[in-house]
């Protein structure tokens, strides 16, 4: 699933190493898991 940052809502992919550091947009260190279907426009 992918993470979204719960800062700037960036979304980033399934397994992305780049958030183990924060966010690279904002620098936040919390992410949540988003469900595929509500990233994806119906």
Do not use: S
Not at 10 to 32: E, H, Q, S, T, Y
């Amino acid at each position: 699933m992918p993470h979204k940052c719960t800062r700037c809502e960036g979304v980033f992919r399934d397994g992305a190493a780049i958030i183990l550091n924060g966010c690279p947009k904002c620098g936040w260190n919390k992410f949540l898991y988003v469900r595929d279907e509500m990233t994806q426009p119906a």
